[in-house]
């Protein structure tokens, strides 16, 4: 199942282990408002391919910046969700709302 999520993204990391290439995104959003056991902002990371790491080089002046990331559930351990980005566009900051 593909969902698409928008993120704020803070930044990236890249791993080569004997081959086998990847990555993760770095994203944060602000805590509930009526969460008192939660204060800031919460921070999370998102696997992606090696590729987007580059991909996302090209942006790095830019962060933290919002991103449009499409990106596939997935099990993960302990019977959790995990998200696995597939593509991801920066949004237009220059953009109005109507």
């Not at 959003?29 to 991909?55: L, Y």
């Amino acid at each position: 199942m593909e969902n698409y999520l928008n993120l704020m993204i803070i930044g990236a990391t890249r791993y080569d282990i004997d081959g086998n290439r990847g990555g993760s995104l770095w994203a944060y959003s602000p805590a509930e408002a009526d969460d008192d056991n939660r204060v800031g902002n919460e921070v999370m990371k998102i696997a992606c391919d090696w590729k987007h790491i580059d991909q996302l080089r090209n942006h790095a002046e830019r962060l933290p910046a919002m991103f449009t990331v499409k990106a596939q559930m997935k099990a993960g351990q302990g019977g959790k969700i995990t998200f696995k980005a597939l593509d991801m566009k920066p949004q237009d900051v220059t953009k109005k709302t109507a």
